[in-house]
């Protein structure tokens, strides 16, 4: 609600990714609720202002070293000078973010991929069964094959998504095929790495079970690959 120079806002925001230790977070508030998604807007918010405050920290499966909290608004007064650009553009700013973020959730989805990986070729390397190393069982010695080809599969959506967005061509596209491919590719290798460990990929002792927990988040934040299906499909219908 506008008031004057200054903005009211209320309400609760869940998920506010590291909001516990930022200075400044962006917020979108709805500013018209007759306008729908043109009634939103931006407002860079001081989170040490009276009127913020922190719910509660939530206790996550994985990516445990970022804190995800769920903040409340009460009657927080912003100054109009702290919104971002003109009233009703927060959805298009949103957008905007997540379509580059996207890019960033599918080279973090690589990365998990491809430590999920590495680990299950050193241990299918020196791991022996039925007097060979296991990654020459023919059966995981292709789960590895499959995680490679996937993997460098999800590398190069992820690089020619970013080099478009570099070059100044349209990516939202490429984005999203990005992080539903690299997303999945991640969950995908990472749940193959446990079964190349047996048992020992149960336990805490070994990487591939955070690689586990962490790769799920991939397919969901900035997204969840149900909506990147949507965007795609929205995407090459129109073209
Ligand atoms: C660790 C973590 C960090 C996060 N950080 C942030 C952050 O910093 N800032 C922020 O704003 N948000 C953040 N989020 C929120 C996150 O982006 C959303 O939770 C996510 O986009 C999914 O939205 P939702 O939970 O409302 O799911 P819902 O929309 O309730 O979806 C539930 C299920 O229904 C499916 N679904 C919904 N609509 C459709 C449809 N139209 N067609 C087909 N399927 C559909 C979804 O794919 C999903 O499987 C974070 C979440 C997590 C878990």
């Known amino acids: ?89 927060g959805f298009k700013i949103a957008m905007t973010i997540l379509n580059a973020g996207r890019i960033g959730i599918a080279a973090q989805a690589l990365g998990i991929a491809q430590g999920a990986y590495e680990a299950a070729l050193a241990y299918a390397k020196v791991r022996e069964q039925f007097g060979k190393p296991i990654a020459e069982q023919q059966a995981v010695g292709f789960t590895l094959a499959d995680m490679a080809t996937r993997i460098k599969a999800a590398r190069l959506l992820t690089y020619e998504a970013a080099w478009r967005k570099d070059n100044g061509l349209d990516y939202i596209k490429d984005a999203s095929m990005a992080k539903l491919f690299a997303s999945e590719t991640a969950m995908w290798t990472a749940t193959k790495a446990i079964q190349v460990h047996g048992s020992n990929g149960y336990s805490k002792e070994y990487a591939v079970e955070r690689y586990f927990r962490d790769a799920k988040i991939t397919e969901i934040y900035e997204g969840t690959s149900e909506i990147q299906r949507l965007v795609i499909s929205r995407e090459i219908s129109r073209s």
């Open 1 to 89: 609600m506008r008031d004057g120079d200054q903005y009211v806002i209320n309400g609760v925001k869940n998920w506010v990714t590291n909001g516990d230790h930022a200075d400044t977070i962006i917020l979108m508030a709805m500013t018209d609720a007759s306008k729908g998604v043109k009634g939103i807007s931006a407002f860079l918010i001081d989170t040490h202002a009276p009127g913020v405050s922190i719910v509660k920290v939530e206790n996550k499966l994985g990516i445990r070293s970022a804190h995800s909290c769920q903040m409340a608004y009460d009657s927080y007064r912003v100054p109009a000078w702290r919104r971002l650009g003109d009233e009703g553009e």
